[in-house]
């Protein structure tokens, strides 16, 4: 759980109270900063509607959720505060000490809830509080959604397929490094990966009939041993090394054991087999050119 403290202190103009609410709350106002334990706690596996109110300009937000615990507790995680939204951003900002949650409706537990009568009804909401915070005066559609200006110009530069600026990278590392990352310690399923693989073949490819960048085929044919290697010199951690010492057992086809080697490496230079590609595929229960790669006997 990540909890923002603002840098600065920021005077809190317009407080409200429950009496001045457009519509009955079903719970009382709780800060985003000084109650999140409570108000987490108190509706688990509840599904509703909420209303977020900023202190510093009275602004507000009008939000849903299946389980209303999860759906808060997002506004504590990382990688849903860099998505641009108006309400994230406000966030990043003035910190949850700034803000109050209320809980407007409760459509019952989580397991007998209907996500069409939770639209419809998070759409009379909306309706009623025209909330600015909110991009979207829809309920359940992402119309009216726009990226940020940064964001445009990144989304931009990648697709062209050129290669990117330091700087562009930098930002890029500084968004979406560790657990920042939208997908930090999370794993693709083998099926998971079938259907990625699957889906970037011939004309389903970005890339397909496309002439690619002097840069790019520059880069893809460029020296990379020795001394133009990015890793020349530097020690591996002990982490990277385990790995590499990890027993590499390879079976054929019909699952008959092979050769068991006695690291990554050997496995390389025997087999004629990219280190990445061995990597790729161990564990997977994938075949690459009709040979099983495993780290534990099978």
Same mark, same amino acid.
Not at 82 to 100: A, E, M, T, W
Not at 143 to 164: D, Q
Not at 225 to 245: I, Q, V, W, Y
Not at 273 to 288: G, N, P, R, S, W
């Given at each position: 759980?990540?909890?923002?403290?603002?840098?600065?202190?920021?005077?809190?103009?317009?407080?409200?109270?429950?009496?001045?609410?457009?519509?009955?709350?079903?719970?009382?106002?709780?800060?985003?900063?000084?109650?999140?334990?409570?108000?987490?706690?108190?509706?688990?596996?509840?599904?509703?509607?909420?209303?977020?109110?900023?202190?510093?300009?009275?602004?507000?937000?009008?939000?849903?959720?299946?389980?209303?615990?999860?759906?808060?507790?997002?506004?504590?995680?990382?990688?849903?505060?860099?998505?641009?939204?108006?309400?994230?951003?406000?966030?990043?900002?003035?910190?949850?000490?700034?803000?109050?949650?209320?809980?407007?409706?409760?459509?019952?537990?989580?397991?007998?809830?209907?996500?069409?009568?939770?639209?419809?009804?998070?759409?009379?909401?909306?309706?009623?509080?025209?909330?600015?915070?909110?991009?979207?005066?829809?309920?359940?559609?992402?119309?009216?959604?726009?990226?940020?200006?940064?964001?445009?110009?990144?989304?931009?530069?990648?697709?062209?397929?050129?290669?990117?600026?330091?700087?562009?990278?930098?930002?890029?590392?500084?968004?979406?490094? +560790?657990?920042? *990352?939208?997908?930090?310690? /999370?794993?693709? $399923?083998? #099926? %998971? @990966?079938? &259907? =990625?693989? !699957?889906?970037?073949?011939?004309?389903?490819?970005?890339?397909?009939?496309?002439?690619?960048?002097?840069?790019?085929?520059?880069?893809?044919?460029?020296?990379?041993? +020795?001394?133009? *290697?990015?890793?020349?010199? /530097?020690?591996? $951690?002990? #982490? %990277? @090394?385990? &790995? =590499?010492? !990890?027993?590499?057992?390879?079976?054929?086809?019909?699952?008959?054991?092979?050769?068991?080697?006695?690291?990554?490496?050997?496995a390389v230079k025997d087999l004629h087999i990219a280190a990445e590609t061995i990597k790729k595929y161990l564990d997977t229960d994938k075949q690459f050119k009709d040979k099983y790669f495993y780290s534990e006997l099978q």
């Amino acid at each position: 759980m990540l909890f923002i403290k603002p840098k600065h202190k920021f005077s809190q103009q317009h407080k409200l109270e429950l009496a001045n609410l457009k519509s009955t709350a079903v719970s009382l106002l709780y800060n985003l900063s000084k109650d999140r334990i409570v108000f987490l706690k108190e509706f688990n596996n509840k599904s509703g509607l909420y209303l977020l109110h900023f202190y510093v300009n009275g602004k507000q937000y009008v939000g849903s959720g299946i389980d209303l615990r999860k759906r808060l507790y997002t506004y504590y995680f990382p990688s849903r505060l860099v998505d641009g939204r108006h309400i994230s951003n406000s966030l990043l900002k003035y910190g949850h000490v700034n803000f109050s949650v209320i809980i407007l409706h409760v459509l019952g537990i989580t397991d007998s809830s209907n996500k069409i009568e939770l639209i419809s009804k998070e759409q009379e909401y909306l309706n009623l509080y025209k909330p600015i915070l909110n991009l979207n005066p829809v309920a359940g559609s992402s119309m009216g959604f726009k990226h940020s200006e940064e964001s445009k110009k990144l989304i931009f530069e990648y697709r062209k397929g050129k290669p990117l600026s330091s700087e562009t990278k930098k930002r890029l590392s500084e968004l979406l490094s +560790g657990q920042l *990352n939208p997908f930090w310690a /999370k794993k693709h $399923s083998p #099926e %998971t @990966l079938e &259907k =990625m693989s !699957k889906s970037k073949l011939g004309v389903l490819n970005p890339m397909f009939k496309k002439e690619k960048y002097k840069e790019f085929i520059e880069q893809m044919y460029k020296d990379k041993t +020795g001394s133009n *290697n990015h890793m020349f010199g /530097k020690p591996k $951690s002990e #982490e %990277t @090394l385990a &790995k =590499m010492r !990890k027993k590499v057992y390879v079976y054929d086809s019909n699952k008959e054991l092979i050769r068991c080697y006695a690291g990554v490496k050997l496995a390389v230079k025997d087999l004629h087999i990219a280190a990445e590609t061995i990597k790729k595929y161990l564990d997977t229960d994938k075949q690459f050119k009709d040979k099983y790669f495993y780290s534990e006997l099978q």
